[in-house]
């Protein structure tokens, strides 16, 4: 009996927690999307005539689960953007150039840039043709500014994060499915948490 309650308290807990969202409550304010200004370490300008910035990495924040914050988000081609659950994982580094998100150094995405997809229920961020621009944001909380620039769209912030095991193929890892939550979602669903993506210089 003590071996099966130590396997189910577990899984209630991560129900419990994913049903009630504990993110605070914060005001999203779009900086703007048709440049690169906004996001951190600008270096474009009149001066050197380039919009872009130098490498960032999206990094998860204040998410229900404490353990998912810090992990590094991995980018691999054909796929969309993920959390991996290994601390010390090759990182993955971004950049913002002409106003648009795509890998630092462009080995990766062919040319293509980082977008949304137009399905609500599939808000992932991927390596596309078409679809529509994340955009970089404040947090405000009670008025009061909060440090850093959040990862968004369509004037939210906020991500659902799902754990998914590994397939036990080859080359398959545990991670988090990493999906906005825009307008028109299904939200927060059991097995989900919530959580924000911050954008921070590397």
Not at 56 to 79: E, H
Not at 131 to 156: M, S
Request: proline fraction near 6%; include cysteine; charged fraction near 15%.
């Amino acid at each position: 009996m003590a071996v099966i309650l130590s396997q189910i308290i577990p899984l209630l807990l991560l129900i419990a927690q994913s049903l009630v969202s504990a993110l605070p409550d914060v005001t999203a304010i779009n900086l703007g999307s048709n440049d690169c200004t906004q996001y951190p370490h600008y270096i474009g300008g009149p001066d050197n005539h380039r919009d872009m910035t130098e490498p960032f990495v999206f990094v998860p924040d204040q998410a229900d689960n404490s353990a998912i914050n810090g992990l590094r988000t991995i980018m691999m081609p054909s796929s969309s953007l993920t959390i991996s659950t290994i601390p010390d994982v090759a990182i993955n580094l971004f950049a913002c150039t002409n106003g648009s998100v795509t890998d630092w150094g462009g080995s990766q995405s062919n040319g293509e840039v980082f977008l949304f997809s137009t399905d609500p229920e599939d808000e992932e961020l991927a390596y596309a043709a078409q679809g529509f621009k994340p955009e970089p944001y404040a947090h405000e909380v009670a008025g009061v500014r909060q440090d850093g620039v959040f990862l968004g769209a369509q004037n939210t912030t906020t991500w659902a994060f799902k754990f998914l095991p590994s397939t036990g193929l080859a080359g398959s890892r545990d991670h988090y499915q990493v999906r906005l939550l825009g307008p028109k979602s299904s939200g927060l669903v059991t097995g989900v948490v919530g959580g924000f993506v911050k954008i921070v210089s590397y």
